[in-house]
């Protein structure tokens, strides 16, 4: 690219300048949220880290996507959504912080910044989890479901993308569940409409952790619901698989004609207890399931005794932040270097760190999906569908510490197939220093 040379027109020479203007305010979202880097995006919202303007905390916002942002019942829905993270107070919920909505009407909901990693994208990595990882995870989301339902909360889309697996400031690893986003409640509560909202939300939820009577839309589907899909879930941990696959219309057919398969045909090991405390949970008929999540956690701990010891053992590096106020600008290079060892490439620290990524394939084809963890070398990112393996490939994403987005050349190193979702290794090729530099400083920032 050619350096910019300034030109000079000779015929204004001899006037006053021009009146320098001030630059432009950010803008606050509810006068006191400054937008960085987007975290994640679903069907019709968006979150992005934020800073709050007085305090300086960092935390997560969510926002109804552009598109959507004026729809009243989608607004009345966020801020339902955070009456139901308020009411579901608790160590294992994801804390709300702040709701309301802006000068032009649109609403917003800050939740607490978690440090760590979705239970999905744990799971791709992975495959299947311990038995003792498994019955942990069960008995704290329990626990989070069981303060939920005591104060009229229905979750309703238990699954492991709602399950966040982070670290605290003490560096030990625990559980939150979030995204309360068509939770039901029992009574809205104060400044929130009292008017029923519409059937848009009551297909809304993945089909394969839905329990029967959602499937069939009931009107008396309640909080069994969310013990169903904690057992679907857990059964997932165990085998890397779901009882029932499909979409909406398959996995009714085959929830409503046929028994999940048993857990110990798929892995061995699974005590019989523990395989049949979850098949209880998967009973068609939510009377015959566990009447409580507190009765199902109590049950998945006598299947192993008391749950002590170390911490999860889910997680890698650490987590930090850090602001950088450069513009990165990332050009390809006309041939990519030799590929590394796979001892190079994991010489780098590694940390999680979730953000929307777009892969542009040599073919053209773009697969998108979002960060999991993240090195000077390299992403880790969770997929819509598979990539092609050893091949070149532009990636999109916003960096730590900043909200511009990137544009870096990779190389596919590998990917994994899941059930319905894909891993894929990116390796940076010739990354500038500046943002290496930026990443390792997140990676090390809070370290050990």
């Given at each position: 690219m050619l350096p910019f040379v300034p030109t000079v027109d000779h015929s204004k020479q001899g006037r006053a300048p021009a009146p320098q203007t001030e630059p432009a305010e950010p803008a606050y979202v509810g006068g006191r949220y400054l937008l960085g880097r987007a975290i994640a995006r679903g069907g019709m919202s968006i979150i992005h880290q934020a800073e709050h303007r007085y305090t300086g905390r960092t935390v997560a916002l969510k926002q109804i996507?552009?598109?959507?942002?004026?729809?009243?019942?989608?607004?009345?829905?966020?801020?339902?959504?955070?009456?139901?993270l308020e009411l579901s107070h608790h160590p294992n919920v994801v804390q709300v912080l702040d709701a309301g909505l802006d000068d032009e009407g649109r609403a917003f909901l800050a939740m607490e910044m978690l440090d760590g990693r979705p239970l999905d994208g744990i799971l791709t990595s992975r495959g299947k989890l311990s038995i003792a990882d498994t019955v942990r995870i069960g008995v704290k989301v329990a626990e989070a479901l069981s303060s939920a339902h005591q104060r009229g909360v229905v979750h309703r889309d238990v699954k492991p993308s709602n399950v966040f697996v982070v670290r605290d400031d003490a560096g030990l690893e625990t559980i939150k569940l979030i995204d309360f986003g068509i939770a039901a409640l029992r009574g809205s509560g104060r400044g929130i409409p009292s008017r029923k909202l519409t059937q848009r939300d009551s297909i809304l939820g993945t089909p394969e952790y839905m329990a029967p009577e959602q499937l069939l839309m009931h009107d008396n589907t309640d909080h069994r619901c969310d013990v169903y899909a904690l057992a679907v879930m857990l059964y997932e941990c165990l085998t890397g698989d779901v009882p029932f696959?499909?979409?909406?219309?398959?996995?009714?057919?085959r929830v409503s004609t046929q028994p999940p398969p048993a857990i110990n045909a798929v892995r061995r090991d699974v005590p019989a207890e523990l395989a049949a405390a979850i098949a209880r949970g998967l009973v068609r008929d939510p009377a015959q399931r566990w009447p409580t999540t507190i009765a199902f956690a109590r049950a998945l701990l006598k299947t192993v005794g008391p749950m002590e010891g170390p911490p999860l053992p889910l997680l890698d590096g650490a987590r930090g932040v850090v602001v950088v106020d450069e513009e990165l600008t990332v050009v390809e290079p006309a041939a990519a270097p030799a590929p590394t060892s796979a001892e190079q490439r994991r010489r780098f620290a590694?940390?999680?760190?979730?953000?929307p990524v777009r892969i542009v394939q040599s073919d053209g084809q773009v697969v998108d999906g979002r960060s999991e963890d993240i090195s000077e070398g390299g992403l880790l990112v969770l997929t819509s569908r598979p990539c092609s393996p050893?091949?070149?490939a532009m990636v999109r994403f916003c960096p730590p510490g900043g909200a511009?987005?990137?544009?870096l050349p990779t190389v596919l190193r590998w990917i994994k197939d899941g059930r319905g979702r894909s891993a894929a290794g990116l390796e940076f090729i010739d990354?500038?220093?500046?943002?290496k530099g930026m990443i390792r400083a997140f990676v090390t920032a809070g370290g050990p």
């Open positions: 996507d552009a598109e959507f942002e004026f729809d009243p019942e989608l607004r009345d829905r966020l801020l339902l959504e955070a009456r139901a696959k499909g979409n909406y219309a398959e996995v009714l057919m590694r940390a999680s760190f979730t953000t050893d091949e070149r511009s987005v990137v544009t990354a500038p220093e500046a943002l």
